[in-house]
């Protein structure tokens, strides 16, 4: 299927002077200017004059088999859909477990990460959780090696009460497990580590890098802007070759600890580079505990704030739109060691966002495929059409009464 896209503003994430993207199945195949279809090719031409053409999202902390559960049973968060991706502007997901890895189960992050694909999008996962042993194949090592969609450890918790207090030495053999087992793979074997408000904060991976041969950027911490301490351990990370990444959505954090707010803030101090990237949490809980630990409110991640604190960073807090967009294109992608994703670059697998002018999501396309067309969905996962229209039609039954 061949695809023409012109007169589009294209940001790979870089800007550049070229306007027309030709897509011929997959992958982006031409860019250039006054770009036409083949003769022999029967395909679509899209004018996105006014548009910005952008590479498709990946959203690297997503529990897209659910999550949750720190309120008992009820709390468990449900799986996210295909088109709450979509509409999202993310087209390579990377799934995770969380605090319940007992309901939950690596099989069933594997065969949700399976499904999205057959779907239409791209996805991997991390195997763990927050305890570090929960593997499929008995270590992480081999799931690295011998399973295609494991391209490293997480969610593993660190400071936090809800972690399984993991010991450094626990931790330095699992980061060289993670790197060994990526060297064998060809994959980028990170840690994504889960940071909680600990006293311990970044310590225990510092003290991993000081006293091995455990290169830094192995780690990819997560949720660094959920205190001052935390984000200001996070720039010296930063300045040392670290990863940092970020979370979205906190919308009740403290100003300053929100994405938009951080991004300008690294930016102003000439940190916003290649090793920072935002993340969603999408689908996973959002408990709220008070100074004793104490559960004092629940809510759930939703992929949607991704692209609104970006979008938000750029239009209210000047960060550029290249440097905004590579926190979650190019950056994830170079990290994760994600082959021809991240960019729009011939070659490269034709996942795209088109923007219109005040940047909301207007077009996506996954693998050359169109999923999102003018703002609304086109593409669904396989049951969400059927329960939607069940849902809208369901009555309650009458009974006929004989006699």
Not at 60 to 73: K, Q, R, S, T
Not at 89 to 108: H, K, P, W, Y
Not at 245 to 259: H, I, K, R, S, W
Not at 324 to 331: A, D, F, K, Q
């Amino acid at each position: 299927m061949w695809c023409l896209i012109k007169n589009a503003r294209i940001f790979t994430p870089e800007p550049i002077a070229e306007r027309d993207l030709l897509i011929a199945g997959t992958q982006i195949v031409a860019q250039g200017n006054d770009l036409h279809l083949p003769a022999y090719a029967d395909g679509e031409v899209i004018d996105l004059e006014g548009c910005y053409l952008v590479p498709g999202f990946i959203d690297a902390h997503v529990h897209i088999c659910g999550g949750g559960g720190e309120a008992g049973p009820s709390s468990r968060t449900p799986e996210v859909q295909l088109s709450q991706l979509t509409q999202a502007g993310i087209t390579t997901v990377v799934g995770c477990l969380g605090t319940d890895a007992i309901s939950r189960s690596m099989e069933e992050l594997l065969v949700k990460a399976r499904a999205l694909e057959e779907e239409g999008i791209t996805s991997y996962i991390y195997s763990g959780a927050y305890q570090a042993n929960r593997t499929l194949l008995g270590n992480l090592r081999l799931d690295l090696v011998l399973i295609d969609k494991v391209i490293g450890a997480g969610e593993i918790a660190i400071s936090d009460h809800r972690s399984a207090q993991p010991q450094i030495a626990e931790l330095e053999r699992l980061a060289a497990e993670a790197r060994v087992g990526g060297m064998l793979a060809g994959k980028a074997g990170v840690i994504h580590i889960h940071l909680g408000e600990g006293k311990k904060g970044l310590s225990p991976i510092l003290k991993i890098v000081e006293d091995t041969e455990i290169p830094i950027s192995q780690f990819m911490p997560t949720h660094i802007n959920r205190t001052e301490r935390l984000l200001s351990e996070g720039a010296k990370l930063l300045k040392s070759g670290g990863n940092i990444d970020l979370t979205a959505g906190c919308d009740d954090f403290a100003p300053e600890l929100q994405v938009p707010f951080v991004l300008n803030w690294l930016n102003k101090q000439g940190l916003l580079n290649n090793r920072v990237t935002v993340t969603s949490d999408g689908n996973g809980s959002l408990p709220q505990y008070d100074e004793r630990g104490e559960l004092i409110g629940m809510g759930i991640g939703s992929v949607r704030v991704l692209w609104r604190d970006i979008r938000e960073a750029v239009l209210n807090y000047q960060v550029p739109l290249e440097a905004g967009l590579r926190t979650i294109t190019s950056n994830p992608a170079q990290i994760l060691k994600l082959k021809n994703k991240g960019r729009i670059k011939i070659g490269y697998d034709a996942d795209l966002v088109a923007l219109n002018q005040d940047l909301t999501i207007e077009q996506v396309w996954a693998k050359g495929k169109i999923m999102i067309r003018n703002c609304k969905p086109v593409a669904f996962g396989m049951y969400e059409t059927s329960l939607a229209s069940h849902l809208q039609t369901v009555e309650t039954p009458t009974l006929e009464v004989k006699g």
